[in-house]
């Protein structure tokens, strides 16, 4: 059997660039304030996902994944552009009350996606400005079916195109009437190349499930909406193979931030990271992530950083588009590591943006943080339960998140020239950073 391997690593390679030739489906599944550890496949003893679960087995479990952000708006413009936030202008939560939102400059993923004969689609959470000329049509989507921010805000409707769908809008429902949408749109799209991003807005505050899932679950409401998303997975799954398109559709899933851990028992669990949205700690930054091809990627757990970023360069390259060439793509191609069973990404260095301020920066196995001040009232969830405690003050912080993934050991009394040596690289991009704003 040793004798065949190269020829079937060739082989496997061989059937990998096959599929890239025929134009590849993609299709982004995007949740919002889902925890790492929300997902069976990343540790979950409460929640199942069985639908999620089988991605990961038969396709790739990302551990390292950063989403740019630790809150929505800024993390879904990193996504759309492969750019650092600040380079795109939305570094915080937009509301429905404000008049901004994407640059009309800005390129975003189906812009670059239709260029190269895609039909694109969005369905569920925009969050990228409400007036017109931010919505998805002017921007690259030629169909967009959704609620164009969070769904706590007001007033919660739906948009089909530019107009509004309906006024009111039954929340039990919203992720049954996103699948219904996605359905029709895979029928509607199966013979020709096409982009979809499904953006749902569970698990994010006012938490909702429909009767076929509310009370179901081990772990409360979050658990039932938790599950229900992963019947939306399975829904979207069993259609592509139903369809016969399987083969030729790359399936990718994440979420726009960590867990928003003040919510309680209505918040999703980081484990095994510290803390989660709004802060940048690895549970508010790192997101659970998968991507799923059938015949093209074979199964692994990929340990070295990615970020939601590189899926612009990587989907440019999948799919023969023309990456822009005026503007800096802070994203890496990760072509290699789906198509390669030891390809890696390019560098493994990511900073920690608050708002339009580097707050900390990572390279390979190290970690550092600006110092911060005593974070009062802080949520920890221990199973089903909460535990409210305090995060101390601290100075500047070294961690080796890599085998420290809790973030509890400090080692910048032990590493100090290692951490200053960081620093002053993380001021050098900041200083780059001070000249866009």
């Known amino acids: 059997m040793k ?3 190269p020829l079937l690593i060739g082989l496997t390679q061989f059937i990998g660039f096959n599929a890239i030739a025929q134009k590849p489906n993609i299709i982004v599944i995007f949740v919002d304030d889902m925890g790492y550890g929300d997902l069976g496949c990343n540790g979950s003893k409460l929640n199942r996902t069985p639908n999620l679960d089988f991605m990961a087995a038969n396709g790739i479990r990302f551990t390292d994944c950063y989403a740019a952000a630790n809150v929505s708006s800024p993390s879904r413009a990193a996504l759309m552009t492969g750019q650092y936030p600040i380079r795109t202008g939305i570094v915080n939560v937009i509301h429905p009350y404000q008049k901004t939102g994407i640059r009309n400059e800005s390129i975003t993923m189906p812009e670059m996606l239709k260029e190269a004969g895609y039909y694109t689609g969005m369905i569920g959470k925009w969050h990228l400005g409400h007036e017109k000329e931010f919505l998805p049509l002017q921007h690259g989507f030629q169909e ?7 769904n706590d805000m007001k007033p919660c409707i739906y948009l089909r195109g530019n107009d509004v769908a309906d006024s009111i809008v039954d929340q039990t429902q919203l992720t049954k009437t996103y699948t219904k949408e996605t359905m029709r749109f895979l029928d509607e799209n199966k013979n020709r190349p096409f982009f979809l991003y499904l953006a749902h807005n569970m698990p994010h505050v006012p938490l909702f499930a429909s009767e076929q899932f509310k009370g179901k679950s081990a772990n409360g409401l979050y658990g039932d909406v938790i599950e229900e998303l992963d019947w939306s997975v399975g829904e979207v799954l069993k259609k592509v193979r139903d369809l016969g398109i399987e083969k ?5 899933f994440s979420s726009d931030n960590g867990p928003w851990l003040v919510q309680g028992t209505n918040a999703g669990s980081p484990n095994p990271f510290f803390q989660g949205k709004f802060t940048n700690w690895e549970g508010g930054h790192r997101v659970p992530t998968i991507a799923y ?15 939601l970023m590189d899926w612009f360069p990587t989907f440019t390259n999948l799919t023969k588009s023309e990456l822009p060439t005026d503007r800096i793509i802070d994203g890496e191609d990760i072509t290699s590591v789906l198509l390669k069973r ?17 707050k900390g920066y ?16 802080t949520i920890k969830k221990v199973g089903k339960s909460v535990v409210v405690f305090t995060i101390p003050a601290h100075g500047k912080v070294l961690y080796n998140v890599r085998k420290d993934v809790h973030e509890d050991n400090d080692l910048s ?3 100090p020239e290692l951490m200053e040596k960081m620093f002053l690289k993380m001021a050098e991009f900041e200083k780059k950073c001070k000249k866009i704003s």
Do not use: C, M
């Open 3 to 5: 004798d065949f391997k």
């Open 144 to 150: 967009y079916f959704g609620i164009p921010y969070s």
């Open 248 to 252: 030729n559709t790359l399936i990718v």
């Open 293 to 307: 091809w059938k015949g093209t990627i074979q199964p692994k757990v990929y340990t070295g950083l990615i970020t």
């Open 342 to 358: 030891k390809g890696k990404r390019k560098n493994e260095a990511y900073y920690y943006f608050e708002g339009s301020t580097v």
């Open 362 to 377: 990572r390279n390979g196995d190290y970690k550092i943080l600006k110092p911060e001040k005593e974070i009062k009232g």
């Open 413 to 415: 009394t032990k590493r």
